[in-house]
């Protein structure tokens, strides 16, 4: 609801309708919010919050046994509906119905006028984003914003952690911009089938039992095709050091406030992830750029380990990558069971975007984080 409009007042009754997953709403005092398109992100579940669809969450929010962050409160400020009417009985609320409607219908004409005026508006994806106030935010979300964040300065650190619901235009070339954006699903099929031919290339190849480790001219190791699965394991392991690494040392890089060029790069490497979460098509990486990751630790391994076990290695990190994906994006849209591997890890995950920015870099596991000291603090939803 943008700052200058009216608020909308609800009735209990109203609010207390709205207990469905196509319709959930929620009080903060006095304040109403639809959190319906937040159901299926939430780190607790959806049954968390439709549990308490209809009532004052006020104490939920404070804790115990979690009390939520600044940005976990001005995220939810995205979906302020309007406020709650204590007082008034039927016939007031039903005048103000009549009122509101008469109200909706007004702006839809002004709406329909604008829209007649500039049809780039309307085909907008911004038109159908959660309200960031245009006017007051530091830079202007009308524009694409790679060359924008870069002028914040010292501001960017603190702007960049404070996430919103809405999708982020990083170029205005379309052909650029497309470049940044992926589907989940071109990750396997990109990804997989060489995952596949190269497992099944090593262990044919291990197979015809003419692959050794050569230790001297006269003196030679050879490798058993069981030894597939030890090569294959010893690679998603060390993939798992390269994610928690690469997360926290280069993603997580604080960019010097007076560096235009860092701040834009951190920005587009991982920047507008925190700024936007939940940008559906940027919680993978695009192939093209993988690419380069991949055949970066495809030469270090050709180069430090004999072929057949290098590739082993190679093919299992690959596969780890993957998985990396694959999770990455069921942490932020996915509803995993409560009490399972999943549903802690996204709790973990989301408490990272919202709050310990600066801790909890593992996304596939935790392990990372404890030889490091950078585990976020158990906490219950």
Not at 158 to 171: E, S, T, Y
Not at 228 to 242: A, D, E, R
Not at 280 to 296: E, H, W, Y
Request: charged share 20%; proline share 6%; with cysteine.
């Amino acid at each position: 609801m943008s700052p200058s409009t009216s608020p909308r007042f609800f009735t209990e009754r109203e609010v207390a309708r709205h207990c469905s997953k196509d319709s959930c709403w929620v009080l903060l005092g006095t304040r109403v919010y639809d959190v319906t398109a937040f159901l299926r992100m939430h780190p607790g579940g959806e049954a968390l919050i439709r549990s308490r669809s209809g009532k004052d969450i006020s104490r939920v929010m404070e804790g115990p046994p979690h009390r939520h962050s600044e940005n976990a409160r001005r995220w939810m400020e995205q979906y302020y509906i309007g406020e709650l009417d204590r007082e008034s009985g039927a016939h007031e609320a039903q005048v103000l119905r009549e009122r509101r409607t008469a109200t909706e219908q007004t702006d839809e004409k002004t709406a329909q006028k604008v829209k007649t005026v500039d049809k780039e508006d309307e085909i907008s994806p911004f038109s159908k984003c959660s309200p960031v106030d245009l006017d007051k935010d530091l830079v202007d979300w009308r524009k694409p914003l790679a060359w924008q964040v870069g002028h914040l300065g010292e501001k960017y650190d603190a702007w960049v952690h404070q996430p919103v619901d809405r999708p982020i235009r990083l170029f205005g070339n379309p052909l650029l911009e497309a470049g940044t954006k992926t589907s989940w699903y071109w990750v396997p099929v990109v990804w997989l089938p060489i995952v596949f031919y190269v497992s099944w290339h090593c262990y044919t190849t291990m197979a015809q039992g003419t692959s050794s480790v050569h230790i001297t001219s006269d003196f030679s190791i050879p490798i058993h095709k069981y030894s597939f699965p030890v090569f294959f394991l010893m690679g998603w392991f060390l993939w798992s050091f390269i994610e928690y690494c690469i997360h926290r040392f280069v993603f997580h890089m604080k960019p010097p406030a007076h560096n235009y060029y860092l701040i834009t790069l951190h920005f587009l490497l991982h920047g507008q992830h925190h700024k936007s979460p939940f940008d559906g098509a940027r919680l993978v990486f695009p192939p093209g750029l993988a690419s380069i990751v991949v055949g970066v630790f495809y030469m270090t391994l050709h180069q430090l380990l004999p072929d057949i076990i290098g590739l082993s290695v190679f093919v299992g990190g690959l596969c780890g990558y993957v998985v990396y994906d694959m999770i990455h994006y069921y942490l932020h849209y996915g509803s995993p069971k409560k009490g399972s591997y999943l549903y802690d890890l996204k709790a973990y995950h989301v408490k990272h975007h919202f709050e310990h920015q600066r801790s909890g870099f593992g996304i596939t596991t935790t392990f990372w984080d404890h030889p490091f000291n950078t585990v976020i603090p158990d906490e219950k939803f």
